[in-house]
């Protein structure tokens, strides 16, 4: 569920429209893709990643209030800061490049025992 950002009732996240107040809450003829509002007068480019590296082709840019492309620069920097403070401990390392390589570890178990069927014939 989420909220209207007209009259913050709660609505179902499917909802095209608010059924208390009739607020648009998805882009026209795109019911599945959210139509992002800025809060107040500032306009949603000035914290947006596609107007921030001058990818954005909106119209409306720089003073959109309304926009389905928005990305919040700020949440990137977020996400980003929590990637680069957890660091992977060795055993879930290991334990995941055992995962994604099988094929290898199994050539490497039998060349193990190979070498270890080796030693004992030549004894």
């Known amino acids: 569920m989420q909220n209207c950002p007209k009259c913050h009732q709660s609505v179902s996240s499917r909802a095209v429209t608010c059924p208390y107040c009739r607020t648009v809450l998805k882009a026209y003829g795109h019911p599945g ?3 992002h509002r800025a809060v107040g007068d500032t306009a949603l480019c000035e914290t947006c990643t596609y107007h921030a590296d001058d990818t954005c082709n909106f ?3 720089p003073d959109a209030q309304e926009c389905t492309l ?3 620069m700020n949440q990137h920097q977020l996400d980003t800061e929590q990637l680069r403070n ?3 401990d060795l055993m879930h390392s290991l334990r995941l490049y055992c995962q994604q390589h099988p094929t290898l570890l199994g050539l ?3 060349a193990a025992v ?3 069927l080796t030693l004992i014939a030549s004894k």
Do not use: H, K
Request: overall charge neutral; charged content about 10%; aromatic content about 6%.
């Open 33 to 35: 893709i959210t139509l």
């Open 59 to 61: 119209p409306q840019r």
């Open 114 to 116: 190979s070498v270890m």
């Open 86 to 88: 957890t660091s992977p």
């Open 70 to 72: 928005y990305d919040n």
């Open 108 to 110: 490497l178990g039998l």
